[in-house]
């Protein structure tokens, strides 16, 4: 039952959905074996990265050297530690789809509004479009439809309530010139670039930002230096600052999700009750993650206006009333409260609409087993959209495309199950709770280290772990039994003892 990718049926169709990050990322792996087809509701690539918005100046959440466009080289000449601008990666979608012949095969103007499971396929259902055929379909398109909260008295409000993905160049020019009052509501990225648009437009004065904690909760390279090498560090803090590294880094690549280390830290931290948030009095701080923003950054934005620990109680007239009492006048208020995530309703053989589905009934978070020919691509890591959508790419190309195209659908749908079942029952051995699988930043680290690990072996192994263990290559399984359990440790404490050597000569 193992099938390499040269053993393919060829014409296999495959419809990504979205021209965002994940979707051109996925299309970049299966165009060279597949006939891909990519659907877009706007314009133009992109997705959340269109150049209209007021986020062209700003940067993406992480440095260079973590981002690793796979579509082109970036500036060589840069610090691979500076932040990816979001310039440079929208020139660096539009150049990639260009030299792979890509908007060739894009349709824009194209809103996709249901998916319906027919006999050896999917119909893709869009708005005046006939309904196109796939063999596959793949599902992006995880930020797509702000979510606002749905304020008391906002029907007396007499200001603006905008998503701050609708903020764009124009508006913010607008709020400047007319001096208009501007609440931003999150503690977010989203919102940290909110208030940096307007601090770079020389309009601090004019914002209030209220927040109920930090992104993240706390500056991990501050965490390092004061909990590792500062006075106050205890030996206890040191001992979980460590347990906490060794989970933090595999999460990029450096150490295996099944080795013997990572086993270990994790069950210490589990037993400690600090596996979720290492260091608790991180969230009482407005101390924001320095991976992302540079210090003299932070400093700026906690010299505006902010109010922690708050919400929106109630709104009327051009004020805004917190949860703590204090009064804010605001004739715009900028929601950076996070995405919906709403998926089209399937239909047909399979009928259910997605994001109603717990974690439980979605294979990875990515494939309901009724339906083994849609991936609704998910964040499998926290929030980092372009290494799920490679890994993801990859395991697709490798395992799960050729497996769907020779064993066939009620097979594959069999494997599937199967697989569902056992995530289930290891995930609940470890007493991982249940999430909102359609919420990018709620993931629980066993359910992580299960799906993240098994996509992997299964990507180095060509066979979907559910296979007969008789079709499994011998070769490929040791390969990676000796890769998780020695060769990502190994790399895992070069990188810790050069990562602290650094951090001590800074």
């Known amino acids: 039952m193992h099938h390499a990718v040269d053993e393919l049926k060829p014409g296999m169709r495959i419809v990504v959905v979205g021209t965002g990050v994940a979707g051109l990322s996925l299309a970049m792996q299966l165009a060279d074996h597949h006939d891909v087809i990519m659907l877009e509701a706007n314009e133009d690539i992109g997705g959340t990265w269109l150049p209209r918005q007021c986020y062209h100046n700003l940067e993406t959440h992480g440095c260079r050297a973590a981002f690793q466009l796979p579509w082109g080289e970036t500036k060589k000449e840069l610090d691979p530690l500076e932040h990816v601008h979001h310039t440079d990666l929208f020139a660096a979608l539009d150049r990639w789809a260009s030299e792979k012949s890509l908007r060739d095969r894009m349709r824009f103007h194209t809103k ?34 702000p979510l606002v909260p749905e304020f008391k008295g906002a029907e007396s409000f007499e200001g603006m309530i905008v998503p701050a993905a609708q903020v764009q160049a124009a508006l913010l020019g607008k709020i400047v010139e007319q001096k208009l009052r501007v609440l931003i509501l999150g503690g977010s990225k989203t919102a940290q670039d909110q ?98 923003f540079e210090q003299s950054r932070i400093e700026r934005m906690r010299s505006v206006r902010h109010v922690q620990g708050a919400e929106i109680a109630h709104l009327s007239g051009r004020t805004a009333t917190l949860t703590t009492g204090e009064v804010v006048e605001a004739d715009v208020i900028i929601c950076a409260t996070g995405a919906k995530n709403q998926k ?53 190309r490798k395992c799960y495309l050729p497996t769907l195209s020779a064993a066939g659908e009620e097979a594959t749908r069999a494997l ?16 991982s709770r249940h999430f909102n699988l359609w919420h990018s930043f709620d993931r629980p680290v066993p359910w992580m280290f299960h799906v993240n ?51 001590k000569a800074a």
């Not at 055929?133 to 793949?138: C, F, I, K, S």
């Not at 053989?349 to 589905?357: D, K, M, T, Y």
């Not at 979907?464 to 020695?486: D, I």
Request: contains cysteine; charged residues 20%; hydrophobic residues 40%.
């Open 195 to 292: 208030v940096w648009n307007f601090i770079k437009a020389n309009y601090a004065d004019g914002i209030t930002w209220v927040f109920r904690k930090a992104y993240w909760g706390t500056n991990f390279k501050y965490t390092r230096q004061k909990y590792m090498y500062g006075s106050e560090a205890g030996l206890q803090a040191r001992l979980r600052l460590v347990l906490f590294g060794a989970r933090y880094y595999q999460d990029i690549n450096f150490i295996g999700y099944e080795s013997f280390l990572t086993r270990l830290c994790m069950r210490v931290l589990q037993w400690t009750k600090y596996l979720i948030c290492p260091f608790p009095d991180g969230l009482k701080l407005g101390n924001f993650h320095g991976g992302i």
């Open 112 to 145: 996709v509004t249901g998916l319906r499971t027919v006999p050896g396929g999917v119909e893709v259902l869009a708005e005046g479009k006939p309904p196109l055929r796939a063999d596959m379909v793949l599902y992006t398109g995880t930020t797509a439809t």
């Open 344 to 396: 089209v309703p399937v239909t047909g053989g399979a009928s259910f609409v997605p994001h109603e589905l717990s974690d439980d009934e979605v294979y990875r978070g990515l494939i309901v087993p009724r339906a083994p020919r849609i991936l609704f691509m998910n964040a499998l890591t926290l929030g980092n959209i372009l290494k799920d959508a490679r890994r993801v790419g990859a395991w697709l």
């Open 416 to 431: 599937v199950e199967h697989g569902l079942a056992e995530q289930n029952a290891e995930t609940g051995a470890v007493r």
């Open 453 to 503: 690990r098994e996509l992997d072996s299964e990507t180095r192994t060509g066979v979907l772990s559910t296979a007969p263990m008789n079709s499994v290559p011998t070769l490929g399984w040791l390969r990676a039994w000796v890769y998780r359990q020695f060769v990502y440790p190994v790399q895992a404490g070069l990188f810790l003892l050069f990562a602290d050597k650094s951090v």
